[in-house]
């Protein structure tokens, strides 16, 4: 958009052009994601930017990462949602698309948001639908039909994690009115590409919730209760969301979120009654007993 201006002094007119109106960056966290990064860049080659956070990667996530032209790279150790803000942070651009390392923005969900921010956006937040991948296939039922949309565009500044767990949803700051609408275009999550890379997750995210939990909020549920919290876990997710219409691999899913679920509340447990610090207590006694036999 330009506009004709007239010169200092003079009745010679000169164009002043406008600088691009909505220009928009990606933030990606990262932490050696060499095999699967070049996906989600490629998807991302029309972002005015693209903000890679990485928590000191030893592989070659760095160098791929710095290949693109659009990418700009930092490293920091944080947690992966408070890197998130940090890179939001970085951004020059006024509006910022949420993805993780093993996300891709398909082409029409691409396009999509090149129309939108090439007009008017009406909204301050738009939400996008997804599919997830479990060892190569999409799940379109039980957790996978339980999380439906995600926000996946919104103007820096409208949406902020709080970053006080690994699994909690952007919101708006306080006093922050944001309003909402819906993105047709669908992004792809290929999360757990096998059996193993989904007990690491299990223990990364149950590990980085709980070292920063206050202890006030922490609850011991009772030993007799928790096995039937967890049939009603795997039950709700397998028969009610319907899981087992996934397959073997939506029943192989139940499991696992189940087991997550148990992992979480014996963790809850072990840090309520400091039960590391037990051991580590007995094991020195223990130990203590065999220096004085000497």
Same mark, same amino acid.
Request: aromatic content about 12%; charged content about 25%; proline content about 5%.
């Given at each position: 958009?330009?506009?004709?201006?007239?010169?200092?002094?003079?009745?010679?007119?000169?164009?002043?052009?406008?600088?691009?109106?909505?220009?928009?960056?990606?933030?990606?966290?990262?932490?050696? =994601?060499?095999?699967?990064?070049?996906?989600?860049?490629?998807?991302?080659?029309?972002?005015?930017?693209?903000?890679?956070?990485?928590?000191?990667?030893?592989?070659?996530?760095?160098?791929?990462?710095?290949?693109? $032209?659009? %990418?700009?790279?930092?490293?920091?150790?944080?947690?992966?949602?408070?890197?998130?803000?940090?890179?939001?942070?970085?951004?020059?651009?006024?509006?910022?698309?949420?993805?993780?390392?093993?996300?891709?923005?398909?082409?029409?969900?691409?396009? *999509?948001?090149?129309?939108?921010?090439?007009?008017?956006?009406?909204?301050?937040?738009?939400?996008? $639908?997804? %599919?997830?991948?479990?060892?190569? *296939?999409?799940?379109?039922?039980?957790?996978?039909?339980?999380?439906?949309?995600? *926000?996946?565009?919104?103007?820096?500044?409208?949406?902020?994690?709080?970053?006080?767990?690994?699994?909690?949803?952007?919101?708006?700051?306080?006093?922050?009115?944001?309003?909402?609408?819906?993105?047709?275009?669908?992004?792809?999550?290929?999360?757990?590409?096998? &059996?193993?890379?989904?007990?690491?997750? &299990?223990?990364?995210?149950?590990?980085?919730?709980?070292?920063?939990?206050?202890?006030?909020?922490?609850? %011991?549920? $009772?030993?007799?209760?928790?096995?039937?919290?967890?049939?009603?876990?795997?039950?709700?997710?397998?028969?009610?969301?319907?899981?087992?219409?996934?397959?073997?691999?939506?029943?192989?899913?139940?499991?696992?979120?189940? &087991?997550?679920? =148990?992992?979480?509340?014996?963790?809850?447990?072990?840090?309520?009654?400091?039960?590391?610090?037990?051991?580590?207590?007995?094991?020195?006694?223990?130990?203590?007993?065999?220096?004085?036999?000497?």
């Amino acid at each position: 958009m330009s506009r004709a201006l007239p010169m200092a002094g003079k009745g010679i007119y000169h164009l002043e052009v406008n600088p691009k109106e909505n220009t928009v960056a990606a933030v990606i966290p990262t932490k050696n =994601v060499q095999k699967i990064i070049r996906g989600a860049l490629d998807s991302l080659r029309f972002c005015d930017e693209v903000i890679i956070v990485d928590m000191f990667s030893t592989d070659e996530t760095k160098a791929i990462c710095e290949s693109y $032209p659009n %990418v700009r790279y930092f490293a920091r150790n944080g947690y992966i949602y408070e890197n998130f803000n940090f890179g939001m942070d970085q951004a020059k651009s006024n509006w910022i698309i949420r993805l993780d390392s093993d996300e891709r923005l398909t082409i029409e969900l691409q396009q *999509e948001i090149q129309a939108l921010l090439g007009g008017a956006p009406g909204h301050d937040v738009y939400t996008a $639908p997804f %599919v997830s991948y479990f060892l190569g *296939e999409p799940i379109y039922h039980g957790t996978g039909e339980s999380k439906g949309r995600r *926000e996946t565009l919104f103007r820096k500044g409208k949406l902020r994690y709080k970053a006080r767990s690994e699994h909690e949803p952007l919101t708006p700051p306080d006093g922050v009115q944001v309003s909402t609408g819906e993105l047709r275009g669908m992004y792809l999550h290929f999360s757990t590409p096998s &059996i193993r890379k989904y007990l690491d997750k &299990i223990n990364y995210y149950t590990e980085k919730d709980f070292e920063r939990a206050p202890m006030e909020i922490l609850r %011991v549920v $009772p030993r007799w209760k928790l096995p039937l919290m967890a049939a009603r876990k795997f039950f709700q997710s397998y028969i009610g969301l319907r899981g087992y219409k996934d397959g073997y691999h939506g029943f192989a899913l139940a499991c696992l979120d189940t &087991i997550y679920f =148990v992992v979480h509340y014996l963790k809850e447990w072990e840090k309520k009654t400091s039960q590391r610090e037990h051991h580590d207590r007995v094991r020195e006694t223990f130990d203590r007993s065999l220096g004085s036999g000497k």
